[in-house]
C-alpha cells in the first residue's frame, strides 16, 4: 500500500525547505509567500536497518526500500477555506494525501518574514487547524516543530498546549527527518514487513493488525485473492540462523493461514 503525506503550514514556515530535505528535490524556497503554487511530490525511502541485513544474508540483487510519498503544498492563509490565497486549489491538493504533516515555526528570525508578523506558533497552528476544519477536512496531523538551529531563540513553552502528537525537526542542518518518516508510520498504524531471495529483498507496508491475504496484497492482488498460506519467521530469528533453511530447521520459520495477523518485522513467503 501506498503513503502519501501532504506539508501545510502558513507561508515562510519552511514546508519547502523541509521538503527538500526529506526529498533532496529542488522546488522554491524563497523567503515569500505563494512561491510553490502547484504541489511537488518526492518520493523517500523509509529509514530501516533491517532490510539491508535481510538483503546481506540473501545476497540480493536489489534492496528496495518502503517509500513515503510527500506533497509539498504551498502556504494556507486565514480565509484560505473561503478562497483567501488561492486557498480552495491548495485545500483540493491537502484532500487527495492520507495523513498531514503540519509544519510550525517556533524560532525567531528578522531576516524571513513572519505572514502574522509574530511567532507564535499555538495561533499560527489556530489558523491552519480552522481552515482545515472548514473545509471539512479531518486527516491524521502530526506536527512538526521548525526550530532552525541557525536562527535566533526558539519558542518550546507551548509544547504541552499542541493538539496532536508532535516532532522537533531542523530541516537546515537535517536533523530528525528519519524520525519524522517512522512518525508518519505511527501516526497511520502502519508496520512494515519483509520478503527476501536472491532477487530482491523488499520492505513492505500494511496496516497494524492486518491479516496474511490483506497485508499479501501490498504485494500483488492476487496474494490476497488467492491465498493459501505463508510461511513466516521473524526478522530477528531468521537473522540469527542467517538463512531461511536453517531457520526452518530450528522450526522457526511457521506455516501461517488466512486468519494470521502480520507483524511488523515479520519475513513472509506468500504461497498462492
Known amino acids: 500500500m501506498s503513503l502519501s503525506i501532504g506539508i501545510v503550514g502558513l507561508p515562510n514556515v519552511g ?13 522554491p524556497a524563497e523567503n515569500y509567500p505563494f512561491c510553490t503554487i502547484d504541489p511537488s511530490v518526492g518520493i523517500v525511502p523509509v529509514p530501516d536497518v533491517r532490510l539491508t ?4 544474508i540473501s545476497k540480493s540483487k536489489k534492496t528496495i526500500p ?47 518574514i ?25 486527516k491524521p496531523t502530526l506536527y512538526v516543530l521548525n526550530k532552525s538551529e541557525a536562527a535566533e531563540n526558539a519558542k518550546q513553552d507551548f509544547v504541552s498546549k499542541l493538539p496532536g502528537p508532535y516532532i522537533e525537526v531542523d530541516p537546515v542542518f537535517g536533523t530528525g527527518l528519519d524520525n519524522l518518516i517512522n512518525a508518519g508510520y505511527d501516526l497511520l498504524n502502519l508496520i512494515t514487513f519483509f520478503t527476501t531471495g536472491e532477487d530482491e529483498s523488499r520492505a513492505w507496508t500494511t496496516l497494524r493488525g492486518a491479516t496474511a491475504p490483506f497485508a499479501g496484497r501490498s504485494i500483488h492482488t492476487d496474494f490476497q485473492q488467492k491465498f493459501i498460506r505463508a510461511e513466516v519467521v521473524s526478522y530477528e530469528q531468521l537473522v540469527e540462523t542467517g538463512s531461511f533453511a536453517k531457520a526452518r530447521e530450528k522450526g522457526w520459520v511457521r506455516t501461517e493461514g488466512k486468519e494470521y495477523i502480520v507483524k511488523d518485522g515479520d519475513v513472509i513467503e506468500f504461497l498462492i
Open 114 to 138: 513572519h505572514v502574522h508578523d509574530k511567532v507564535d506558533p499555538l495561533f499560527d497552528i489556530e489558523v491552519i487547524n480552522f481552515e482545515l476544519e472548514q473545509a471539512g477536512i479531518k
Open 15 to 27: 514546508k519547502s525547505t523541509l521538503f527538500n530535505a526529506l526529498t533532496k528535490k529542488g522546488v
Open 66 to 112: 518502503a517509500v513515503v510519498e510527500f506533497v509539498d503544498i504551498a502556504g494556507l492563509v486565514k480565509g484560505a477555506s473561503e478562497g483567501a490565497g488561492l486557498g480552495n486549489k491548495f485545500l483540493s491538493h491537502v484532500r487527495e494525501v492520507d495523513a498531514i504533516i503540519e509544519v510550525v515555526r517556533v524560532f525567531e528570525d528578522a531576516n524571513t
Open 53 to 56: 541485513k535481510l538483503s546481506e
